[in-house]
């Protein structure tokens, strides 16, 4: 969420923002918003003379009930009384006024950072740097579940019985694979110095509102029926909530956590030809990274949290690419995002495995999260970043890692994950 005071001291900034991110529709918000943060202040500072007369004419009734004028005593009162409803109506405004300039805070864009290249959508993201050598073998790659079922892997029409599409049996050997690379996922994050926690898989209204956009929330989260509770997109969502309305002392910062947990998403609208199987879902599993840190830090950390994920993939040797996502690309609470990408073989191209975003204070300054520090107190900023997300993490693994029999080779540092198995194969 922008800042009222930056927003009110430069409009125009706001204004060019909203144009790089290609949201037009937006740009009568900055001047409706300013009006109403006149008409609040104003309110305001008269609200806030009333109680200063308050104060001031009730001492004043004490001392004349002190010196026997009890006549111009109760007039007085009645001054006091006709303030007191007047400063009602004035308190009532201000909140009716707050209200207002709250919903539309919340839907005016976070300031980009000046290195995010503006472009109107994913196909103009900017790739930045490949890690490895993209291969194609000399033999014919399956689809992803195809693999899977030759494995005995995956059953997905027993899963389409049971909960319909987009969810899915793991079985066997490709089950264990997927939760082999959770937990070494979970241990390079803890030997990187990460604190590991599993947090809440539900989460207040007032939390999902504090993390994302409302798009966002309509987009992917399910909600409890009769609760104020949903089930959580991704763990950042609980992550990021654990420090909701705290003040955290400067010297304990930054905050560095890992976290596992399901994840659960509505996936609205149609998604293509390769986004069938197990690509795009609505139950998975996944290993994330959240960094809680100060303003001055977070464009460090934010370059430490994607590498981690290339790192990460890198050893267990898949190729992979970094992506900067454009204005237009970038959710309207990000500063800078960087998507990870991973090589298809089967399709000769990189997919989205990762996805590592720097919000600056826009999450903090919606959830109250802020530093003590000698200078007085200021809102943190907060990161998060993929560490993996099987399975879609296993449809580059497979397709990496399948050798021409059809058995699919398991790099080194998965094998003790994999109680010493070296590969899997067709029994």
């Given at each position: 969420?922008?800042?009222?005071k930056?927003?009110?001291?430069?409009?125009?900034?706001?204004?060019?923002?909203?144009?790089?991110?290609?949201?037009?529709?937006?740009?009568?918000?900055?001047?409706?918003?300013?009006?109403?943060?006149?008409?609040?202040?104003?309110?305001?500072?008269?609200?806030?003379?009333?109680?200063?007369?308050?104060?001031?004419i009730?001492?004043?009734?004490?001392?004349?009930?002190?010196?026997?004028?009890?006549?111009?005593?109760?007039a007085?009162?009645?001054?006091?009384?006709?303030?007191?409803?007047?400063?009602?109506?004035?308190?009532?405004?201000?909140?009716?006024?707050?209200?207002?300039?709250?919903?539309?805070?919340?839907?005016?864009?976070?300031?980009?950072?000046?290195?995010?290249?503006?472009?109107?959508?994913?196909?103009?993201?900017?790739?930045?740097?490949?890690?490895?050598?993209?291969?194609?073998?000399?033999?014919?790659?399956?689809?992803?579940?195809?693999i899977?079922?030759?494995?005995?892997?995956?059953?997905?029409?027993?899963?389409?019985?049971?909960?319909?599409?987009?969810?899915?049996y793991?079985?066997?050997?490709?089950a264990?694979?997927?939760?082999?690379?959770?937990?070494?996922?979970?241990?390079?994050?803890?030997?990187?110095?990460?604190?590991?926690?599993?947090?809440?898989?539900?989460?207040?209204?007032?939390?999902?509102?504090?993390?994302?956009?409302?798009?966002?929330?309509?987009?992917?989260?399910?909600?409890?029926?009769?609760?104020?509770?949903?089930?959580?997109?991704?763990?950042?969502?609980?992550?990021i909530?654990?420090?909701?309305?705290?003040?955290?002392?400067?010297?304990?910062?930054?905050?560095?956590?890992?976290?596992?947990?399901?994840?659960?998403?509505?996936?609205?609208?149609?998604?293509?030809?390769?986004?069938?199987?197990?690509?795009?879902?609505?139950?998975f599993?996944?290993?994330?990274?959240?960094?809680?840190?100060?303003?001055?830090?977070?464009?460090a950390?934010?370059?430490?949290?994607?590498?981690?994920?290339?790192?990460?993939?890198?050893?267990?040797?898949?190729?992979?690419?970094?992506?900067e996502?454009?204005?237009?690309?970038?959710?309207?609470?990000?500063?800078?995002?960087?998507?990870?990408?991973?090589?298809?073989?089967?399709?000769?191209?990189?997919?989205?495995?990762?996805?590592?975003?720097?919000?600056?204070?826009?999450?903090?300054?919606?959830?109250?999260?802020?530093?003590?520090?000698?200078?007085?107190?200021?809102?943190?900023?907060?990161?998060?970043?993929?560490?993996?997300?099987?399975?879609?993490?296993?449809?580059?693994?497979?397709?990496?890692?399948?050798?021409?029999?059809?058995?699919?080779?398991?790099?080194?540092v998965?094998?003790?994950?994999?109680?010493?198995?070296?590969?899997?194969?067709?029994?």
């Amino acid at each position: 969420m922008i800042d009222i005071k930056f927003l009110r001291e430069n409009p125009e900034t706001v204004k060019e923002n909203i144009r790089k991110k290609f949201q037009d529709e937006k740009l009568p918000l900055v001047d409706e918003v300013i009006q109403l943060d006149a008409e609040s202040r104003k309110a305001q500072k008269e609200a806030d003379e009333l109680r200063a007369d308050r104060n001031r004419i009730s001492k004043e009734i004490g001392a004349l009930m002190g010196q026997g004028k009890r006549e111009e005593a109760m007039a007085k009162k009645e001054q006091v009384a006709a303030n007191a409803q007047k400063l009602v109506e004035l308190e009532k405004k201000e909140e009716e006024l707050q209200e207002k300039i709250l919903k539309i805070l919340m839907v005016i864009p976070n300031i980009i950072d000046p290195s995010v290249p503006i472009g109107r959508n994913d196909t103009e993201n900017v790739e930045i740097q490949r890690y490895g050598e993209p291969v194609v073998p000399d033999f014919e790659i399956p689809y992803h579940t195809e693999i899977m079922e030759s494995l005995d892997g995956i059953d997905l029409d027993s899963a389409r019985k049971v909960a319909g599409n987009g969810f899915y049996y793991l079985m066997g050997d490709i089950a264990r694979l997927h939760s082999a690379v959770i937990t070494y996922a979970r241990d390079f994050m803890i030997d990187r110095g990460f604190t590991y926690c599993v947090p809440p898989f539900m989460i207040r209204s007032n939390v999902v509102t504090g993390v994302m956009s409302f798009a966002e929330m309509d987009a992917m989260m399910y909600k409890i029926e009769g609760e104020d509770l949903y089930l959580i997109g991704t763990s950042e969502h609980s992550m990021i909530g654990k420090f909701i309305d705290t003040i955290i002392p400067e010297d304990q910062l930054p905050k560095t956590l890992t976290s596992y947990s399901p994840c659960f998403r509505k996936e609205k609208g149609a998604h293509g030809l390769e986004e069938r199987g197990v690509y795009r879902i609505h139950q998975f599993e996944k290993q994330e990274m959240i960094v809680v840190c100060k303003p001055e830090d977070s464009k460090a950390w934010f370059d430490k949290l994607w590498q981690n994920t290339v790192d990460l993939f890198r050893s267990m040797e898949i190729p992979v690419r970094t992506l900067e996502c454009c204005s237009g690309d970038l959710a309207d609470l990000k500063v800078k995002s960087i998507d990870v990408e991973a090589w298809s073989p089967r399709q000769k191209k990189y997919f989205e495995v990762g996805s590592c975003s720097n919000l600056g204070d826009a999450q903090a300054r919606r959830l109250k999260i802020r530093v003590s520090g000698e200078n007085g107190k200021y809102f943190a900023h907060t990161l998060n970043n993929t560490v993996v997300a099987p399975p879609r993490m296993l449809i580059a693994f497979l397709e990496n890692h399948l050798q021409k029999d059809g058995s699919v080779r398991i790099p080194e540092v998965l094998q003790p994950y994999m109680g010493g198995k070296k590969e899997i194969r067709k029994k």
